[in-house]
């Protein structure tokens, strides 16, 4: 009687499948969840998008597109470009060096708030010296792999 | 004796920059303990094994440390774990006593750390030796626990479940791996994915985009407004600092380490908590309590102490379970794997010598950065004034090489850097917590290794149950972090003015 209800809890895996098992349990508790979540705060939900919305598109809130979008597109094309150059010069991290120049600079002049002439030299320098120094140290002298 | 021969200079010079640096990264608002680590972590690619574990733990200590200084003249925590630090320093600076709230935070900081050290270094070896004995549905069931208690402790418990499945399920993208006893079968990803995705996403890329980027995209939307440093106070002049302060502080002083380490040791739960229970406790059982808020050196004492002891506290599961204890351990854990290191219950058995060289290092970084802050401690704080548009732009480089040396150069890591960059910028959005999710990421892979291959051994789901009274134990255990974080929000709930305090 007691192993006929023990053999109810009786589980045997198909190895060919078995990678699905586990994922399964996951992706169906993960959905329970979400689903959960959606019930007690559904209404909630509907405003807070709507505000989100209102936000990025900046009728609302103190949301700083220039800086948030701009921080996404210049390491995005930092990433991109970066990963085109290093075709260009395999495995000697010059690739890296040269777009950081250019991001480091770029990034750092998006950011500022009240630009002179000494905040500006401020800035190429380090744009130049950071970069370059994080090159030597790294690819020259430890000799770690990068782009 | 082969430990000698790695006491080298280097060894000490090294936890000496990194408890510098770490200072450094802890004494800027917004810059945490988790973001030094993830961010010099390509520097210990070149060195060996003990010469990494140094900079990475002087890191760790000094990241902690340098929160208290804003935390103190401005009233800003340079981390999260010294919020209950700006209750009494920022008071006592406005006083004119900056320097003397600073030295005493340091002073119980170097306490706390060597305290949770002793802590470390008795505890993680009978924890570990306990351990080994566990077979895998022990271990799935540790894992559960850990999970459980992370999502638990949460400020939202279901968004901290959540958050923990999320972080399950993301790491299962990938093949089932071959090595592990699976079938090699990609899954939960489109074919298209399946080049970059074989083993799934890369632990470190992840971290550090989630720890280095989500934190200048956070900054970056607010337009880094509150950059200026307003009603910074100085440092010369007030009064004195002498030891004499902690006459009587003994027992707070043990209590609050005892507090942080022991939060420390539960898996994921952040350093806020350790020190807001410390100065609570504190509060509610010192004679008196009537100055705390007001600038009483009794609070920093607690706050300081208990969240430097989360440091030795947070290595105690990652070394003896292999389970990171907080954020911050978390990214040690992939930096460990890194050098070969595989931290488990057979890690100090099986590297006697590395474990011995892990407890100088931990002693060192903590009366090094004793040394550095309390004598330099004027030149520390001129840090806090260093502009986030110098910054910013060369933590997100440094995340770069983090994440591309990582597998010796691999473009879609960097990516993997963006991608989760993103995703841990929405995640803040829509309220996930972070901790949970990267715990339940770093620990997904070996539950589904321990799940499955029980029920492949046992075939029966009521093994879990069964198997063991350590397992009977851990399903109590898991009951009762449960049946607690109900019980605290229940109480909460009837007494809202004890959260405000």
């Known amino acids: 009687m007691e192993s006929h209800w023990l053999s109810m809890f009786d589980v045997t895996i198909d190895f060919d499948q078995s990678h699905l098992f586990f994922p399964r349990i996951v992706t169906t508790i993960l959905v329970g969840l979400l689903l959960v979540i959606v019930v007690t705060r559904f209404r909630m939900i509907a405003p807070a998008i709507k505000r989100a919305g209102r936000v990025l598109v900046g009728s609302e809130g103190a949301f700083d597109h220039k800086r948030f979008f701009g921080t996404l597109a210049l390491t995005t094309a930092y990433f991109y470009l970066m990963g085109v150059l290093s075709d260009v010069f395999p495995n000697t991290g010059y690739s890296f060096l040269i777009m950081s120049v250019i991001f480091v600079f770029l990034l750092s002049l998006l950011y500022v708030d009240h630009l002179t002439r000494r905040l500006f030299v401020i800035l190429v320098l380090n744009a130049l010296i950071a970069p370059a120094l994080a090159w030597y140290v790294l690819a020259e002298l430890f000799r770690i792999t990068l782009p | ?501």
């Not at chain 2, 850990?146 to 958050?163: D, E, K, R, Y």
């Not at chain 2, 009064?239 to 006459?247: H, M």
């Not at chain 2, 030795?312 to 292999?322: E, M, R």
């Not at chain 2, 070969?340 to 903590?366: C, E, H, K, R, S």
């Open chain 2, 1 to 501: 004796m082969d430990i000698l021969s790695h006491l080298t200079p280097m060894f000490f010079g090294l936890i000496a920059a990194g408890t510098l640096i770490g200072i450094i990264f802890g004494a800027i608002p917004g810059m945490t303990a988790t973001m030094a680590v993830a961010v010099c972590l390509p520097l210990t690619y070149a060195f060996g094994l003990e010469n990494g574990i140094a900079l990475l733990l002087g890191l760790y200590v000094g990241g902690i440390s340098g929160g208290m200084v804003p935390a103190v003249l401005i009233n800003i925590p340079g981390t999260p774990s010294s919020i209950t630090t700006t209750f009494d320093g920022y008071p006592m600076a406005k006083r004119g006593e900056g320097e003397r709230a600073l030295k005493i935070g340091i002073v119980a900081s170097v306490f706390g750390g060597l305290f949770s050290a002793a802590v470390l270094f008795f505890f993680a070896p009978v924890l570990a030796d306990f351990a080994i004995k566990f077979s895998y549905v022990e271990k799935f069931l540790i894992i559960l626990l850990a999970l459980t208690v992370i999502a638990s402790l949460c400020s939202n418990m279901l968004m901290g479940i959540f958050s923990g499945v999320l972080g399950v399920w993301l790491s299962l993208i990938g093949t089932y791996s071959i090595t592990e006893g699976g079938n090699g079968e990609p899954r939960l990803m489109f074919d298209f994915m399946q080049y970059y995705l074989v083993d799934g996403f890369s632990l470190l890329p992840v971290l550090i985009g989630l720890f280095g980027l989500t934190t200048v995209l956070l900054d970056a939307e607010k337009g880094f407004k509150d950059d200026a440093v307003q009603g910074k106070i100085s440092l010369k002049g007030g009064a004195k600092f002498r030891f004499n302060v902690f006459k009587g502080q003994l027992l707070n002083l043990v209590r609050s380490s005892g507090i942080g380490t022991l939060i420390g040791i539960l898996p994921g739960v952040g350093g806020s908590a350790a020190s807001v229970l410390a100065y609570s406790q504190e509060k509610n059982f010192s004679r008196d309590s009537s100055q705390m808020g007001k600038g009483a050196p009794q609070g920093i004492v607690s706050s300081e102490s208990s969240n430097n002891a989360l440091t030795g506290g947070a290595l105690v599961p990652l070394l003896s379970l292999g389970i990171p204890g907080d954020s911050t351990t978390a990214i040690l854990i992939g930096a460990f794997t890194l050098q070969g290191i595989q931290v488990g219950p057979l890690f100090i058995g099986n590297n006697l010598d590395t474990w011995y060289l892990m407890m100088i290092a931990l002693v060192a970084a903590n009366v090094l950065m004793f040394g550095i802050m309390y004598f330099a401690i004027r030149h520390i704080a001129k840090v806090i004034e260093v502009p986030k548009f110098i910054l910013y732009p060369l933590i997100i480089m440094m995340c770069v090489v983090g994440a591309y040396a990582i597998n010796y150069g691999i473009m879609f890591d960097v990516w993997t850097l963006l991608i989760f960059g993103v995703f841990g910028w929405v995640a803040h959005k829509v309220g996930l917590e972070t901790v949970p999710l990267i715990i339940g990421f770093i620990l997904g892979k070996s539950a589904e290794v321990y799940f499955v291959k029980s029920i492949e051994s046992y075939g029966n789901l009521t093994i879990f149950f069964t198997k063991s009274p350590i397992a009977a134990f851990l399903w109590v255990l898991i009951a009762v972090s449960v049946a607690f974080a109900i019980y605290l929000r229940v109480r909460n709930r009837r007494r809202p003015e004890e959260i405000e305090s």
